[in-house]
T-cell receptor, first 114, second 112 residues
Framework: DGGITQSPKYLFRKEGQNVTLSCEQN?????MYWYRQDPGQGLRLIYY???????QKGDIAEGYSVSREKKESFPLTVTSAQKNPTAFYLC?????????????FGEGSRLTVL | KQEVTQIPAALSVPEGENLVLNCSFT??????LQWFRQDPGKGLTSLLL?????REQTSGRLNASLDKSSGRSTLYIAASQPGDSATYLC???????????FGAGTILRVKS
């Protein structure tokens, strides 16, 4: 079935460590996005990519990095520079870009910093 | 600042009741508005997408309306069921800044 796969579902990290969250889609979508969700708040955009080998910062990019080497994959690295990384991370894709396209989400990855 | 507000924050209704969830946005210049459902610990599932040129969209027991001039959208759920219990989020794609802005969601509980 077509969809978006995020892994791992749960991840624990010690302070000072970098971790990478995986996002793979087989929907043939050009655009991919990473959001962060905290309790009681709306989703906030971290990074987005509208085409392979290109990506832009969202509203809260500090302490995060991404790459888009393949159309299907958009991994997110949470670096040690991110001051409050404990959150639920959601990957999404759309085709075409978000102006007219419907957004589809993965099941999310919950990161906890110990 | 572009904001999307959802009222109420939480809602509890008996099974079978018809209900309305509200979404308002501060900037009427939007490309589209999308409604999502989120179950606890899960990702978001798209329910309905309304383009700026449309007034409403329907899917089964769900009907979403859009009034750009007043900056409002509503999600109508007919004959609610316990399985409808979830958090419902709306998101507006803003022309200015070319970005999607999410509301904080309405937590719905349908009691059997």
């Amino acid at each position: 079935d077509g969809g978006i796969t995020q892994s791992p579902k749960y991840l624990f990290r010690k302070e000072g460590q970098n971790v990478t969250l995986s996002c793979e889609q087989n929907l043939n979508h050009d655009a991919m996005y990473w959001y962060r969700q905290d309790p009681g708040q709306g989703l906030r955009l971290i990074y987005y990519s509208q085409i392979v080998n290109d990506f832009q910062k969202g509203d809260i990019a500090e302490g995060y990095s991404v790459s888009r080497e393949k159309k299907e994959s958009f991994p997110l690295t949470v670096t040690s520079a991110q001051k409050n990384p404990t959150a639920f991370y959601l990957c999404a894709s759309s085709m075409p870009s978000g102006q007219t396209g419907e957004l589809f989400f993965g099941e999310g990855s919950r990161l906890t910093v110990l | 600042k572009q904001e999307v507000t959802q009222i109420p924050a939480a809602l509890s209704v008996p099974e079978g009741e018809n209900l309305v969830l509200n979404c308002s946005f501060t900037d009427s210049a939007i490309y589209n508005l999308q409604w999502f459902r989120q179950d606890p610990g899960k990702g978001l599932t798209s329910l309905l997408l309304i383009q700026s040129s449309q007034r409403e969209q329907t899917s089964g027991r769900l009907n979403a309306s859009l009034d750009k001039s007043s900056g409002r959208s509503t999600l109508y759920i007919a004959a609610s069921q316990p399985g409808d219990s979830a958090t419902y989020l709306c998101a507006a794609y803003m022309e200015y800044g070319n970005k999607l802005v999410f509301g904080a969601g309405t937590i719905l509980r349908v009691k059997s």
